[in-house]
């Protein structure tokens, strides 16, 4: 794991030097000209953020989602691969001031899979530009760059909330379940929340490359980590989703997959059904994963 402030980046990317040459750097002090301290409210409705993010808010109800998993502005929160920032423009405004927003992003250099080191990278440096953009908005957030297949996410008990939105199908694919939850187990403090977010499958136990995966299945993969499911919500519930397996939940949009074909019938159905999911590291108990 390979941790980046914001600031040490930028030097990075005038110098020539690569994220791996800068480790264990930390942000200090304020930015100057900071704008005023966010609630959740107010940094949802942010007029700063992306318009073509906003525009998928009725789908994903970030500031409903964020408050059932009990994010507040002083904490520690530790985002898992937040692809292009969708969360990221509201996490790290609201944390900017009394909290810490730390992004934890695939290392490209350690992707399992060839093709997917361009898409990381891409990702990666998207995720840079757009924390670099207004450090009085953004203040010293911090990308921490993992290993794929040996995730570590930072000190032991160091984060109050971990995050992740759609990726558990990926960590499926890339068989690093156990991997990822045993990273999240250890990197959060005890009696610390897993927030999580997934497409959900109609029947448990489903194990395909449709995107979709069981509830039950899910859960049961997180008590294996050692994590008490404390409560789940149907927020991001969409019933209109049929899971059709065919093209599965990147026909739906904002993939379209499929192109022009059934785009109309897809995009009245909108983004795909989901699960949200709250855990937390018990007090006492120990990982089962160790």
């Not at 927030?195 to 294996?224: C, F, K, M, P």
């Amino acid at each position: 794991m390979i941790r980046i402030p914001i600031a040490v980046v930028a030097i990075a990317a005038l110098t020539g030097c690569s994220p791996a040459d800068e480790t264990d750097h930390k942000t200090t002090g304020n930015p100057t000209h900071a704008e005023p301290a966010l609630t959740l409210e107010t940094a949802a409705a942010g007029k700063w953020r992306d318009q073509a993010n906003v525009a998928r808010d009725k789908w994903r109800h970030p500031a409903q989602t964020l408050a059932f998993f009990g994010v507040n502005p002083r904490q520690t929160v530790i985002e898992i691969t937040p692809g292009y920032g969708w969360y990221a423009e509201i996490l790290a405004p609201l944390l900017r001031e009394n909290g810490h927003y730390i992004a934890a992003v695939i290392n490209p250099d350690s992707a399992i899979k060839d093709s997917a080191k361009s898409y990381y990278a891409k990702q990666y440096t998207a995720l840079k530009h757009k924390l670099l953009a207004s450090p009085s908005l953004y203040g010293n957030p911090e990308i921490r760059l993992f290993d794929e297949a040996k995730p570590t996410f930072g000190e032991t008990a160091s984060a109050d909330v971990v995050l992740t939105f759609r990726n558990v199908h990926n960590w499926r694919e890339a068989d690093t379940v156990a991997l990822m939850l045993k990273g999240i187990f250890e990197v959060l403090k005890p009696g610390g929340t897993l927030g999580l977010v997934e497409h959900r499958a109609n029947d448990d136990g489903v194990d395909d490359a449709s995107g979709y995966i069981g509830q039950t299945q899910l859960i049961t993969w997180a008590g294996a980590a050692g994590f008490v499911l404390l409560d789940s919500s149907e927020i991001n519930a969409n019933p209109a989703d049929n899971k059709d397996r065919e093209g599965g939940v990147w026909r739906l949009p904002p993939a379209f997959s499929r192109g022009s074909k059934d785009r109309e019938k897809y995009a009245a159905i909108g983004e795909s059904d989901r699960m949200t999911l709250r855990f937390i590291k018990p007090e006492t108990a120990l990982s089962a994963v160790q």
